[in-house]
């Protein structure tokens, strides 16, 4: 069983950046994608950034790209979304999320990834 821990999350106003980091627990675990999704209060779970495993592809949605760099350093199974910035918007749960499966360009689709952390709370204040 592979775990994710994510941190970084926290309070900030408008304009303003932080930096995700989610570590995967088990060194073996060959990672073919991993993810960043968010969830809003009242509002659905999204897709906000992905990384193949390697760094070679990634993908943004359109809401954050520009502002949201994801990258990922495999020796220590781990995955950043330095996010810039930063609006009001922005304010989710973030999960991050990997799988061993993926190949070539990361999806979307949260359904294709196995491995879910618990969330890291981002707040922006107008």
């Known amino acids: 069983q592979v775990q994710l821990v994510e941190s970084g999350g926290g309070l900030v106003q408008a304009g303003g950046s932080l930096r995700l980091s989610c570590a995967a627990s088990?060194?073996?675990?060959?990672?073919?994608?991993m993810g960043w999704f968010r969830q809003a209060p009242g509002k659905e779970r999204e897709f906000a950034a992905a990384i193949s495993g390697g760094g070679g592809s990634t993908r943004y949605a359109d809401s954050v790209k520009g502002r949201f760099t994801i990258s990922g350093d495999d020796a220590k199974n781990t995955v950043y979304l330095q996010m810039n910035s930063l609006k009001p918007e922005d304010t989710a749960v973030y999960y991050c999320a990997a799988d061993s499966n993926i190949v070539g360009m990361p999806t979307s689709e949260g359904s294709e990834y196995e491995y879910w952390g618990q969330g890291t709370q981002v707040t922006v204040s107008s």
């Open positions: 088990r060194r073996a675990f060959r990672i073919g994608a």
